[in-house]
């Protein structure tokens, strides 16, 4: 019963290991800062950005959302989520990610 649990463990660390090396190298991944900055859940921002990387990123490049301002963000994300055919459930949390990262500096360079 121990071994289990000592390879349960060991399976556990690794997978947030993974996750954290993997976040830590993308530009666009959600942080605490954004979440400090925009008052959001950083479970919220994880869904917006995956669906920003799914849908957005399909028709137009990666672009870190901190290089539009806030205030276009606002204008943008209605139009551009009503042809992705997004429900409003989608486009709120999109908007969120957006908004929450373009308050804040990416922590690597984009290699697209």
Not at 83 to 98: D, H, Q
């Amino acid at each position: 019963m121990k071994t289990f649990a000592l390879i349960a463990s060991a399976i556990a660390l690794s997978a947030i290991t993974a996750c954290t090396v993997q976040q830590s190298n993308d530009p666009f991944a959600p942080t605490q800062a954004m979440a400090q900055a925009s008052g959001k859940p950083i479970e919220d921002l994880g869904k917006g950005h995956s669906i920003f990387m799914r849908q957005c990123t399909q028709c137009h490049e990666k672009r870190i959302p901190n290089e539009i301002p806030s205030k276009e963000w606002r204008h943008i994300v209605p139009g551009m989520a009503w042809n992705a055919g997004l429900s409003k459930e989608e486009e709120r949390l999109v908007t969120e990610y957006v908004l929450a990262a373009s308050k804040v500096k990416p922590s690597a360079p984009v290699n697209n």
